[in-house]
């Protein structure tokens, strides 16, 4: 008996869409762009309400902070916006159980090449032995992010196989 394919959220139909034309969805970019936000929401918080009571000093640093965050976000919004997406069919090396969130995502190419994603955006997808994966991701610096990624059987694959436009748009296919 052959299992019956997930169902796919109309997040993830979206980002195929905008991912096979060698862009980024809004969700994915937005993503992308806020990720230090919650980290130093939460350790300058304490800072801003201890910075406050002291005055217009203080509050000029809370100031200063806020910019620092903007220029943070406004800085990796235009990182952001020019990354070149890759499109390859990747499969399984190992499959890791669900509760182990913190393994680091990695697949091997038909011909054995180990490719390893250090941050994963994409939603999680059960992983079949053998199977191959239909896989967007960038290179990001010294780490490769996985953008996106759909099982090659499932019915509504064919949304994941790059448009013509793909590399028009800076897209690089892997054939391997």
Same mark, same amino acid.
Request: glycine share 4%; charged share 10%; net charge negative.
């Given at each position: 008996m052959t299992p019956t394919p997930e169902r796919l959220s109309k997040d993830l139909l979206n980002d195929f869409k905008r991912n096979r034309d060698g862009r980024l969805s809004s969700r994915q970019w937005l993503e992308l762009i806020t !990720? @230090? *936000?919650?980290?130093?929401?939460?350790l300058s918080v304490p800072l801003a309400l201890l910075l406050g009571r002291y005055g217009m000093a203080g509050r000029l640093?809370?100031? &200063? *902070?806020?910019?620092?965050f903007l220029l943070t976000v406004a800085l990796r919004a235009i990182r952001f916006s020019r990354v070149r997406l890759c499109y390859r069919v990747l499969y399984p090396e190992e499959i890791h159980p669900r509760w182990r969130f913190w393994k680091k995502t990695t697949l091997a190419s038909r011909s054995g090449e180990s490719v390893r994603f250090d941050k994963r955006i994409a939603s999680k997808v059960k992983l079949q032995p053998e199977a191959g994966l239909c896989v967007y991701y960038f290179d990001f610096g010294e780490r490769r992010v996985l953008v996106s990624m759909i099982p090659e059987e499932h019915p509504k694959a064919d949304? &994941? !196989? @790059?448009s013509d436009v793909f590399i028009h748009h800076g897209g690089q296919i892997f054939a391997d």
């Open positions: !990720e @230090p *936000l919650t980290s130093l929401l939460l640093l809370v100031v &200063a *902070l806020i910019l620092g949304l &994941a !196989e @790059p």
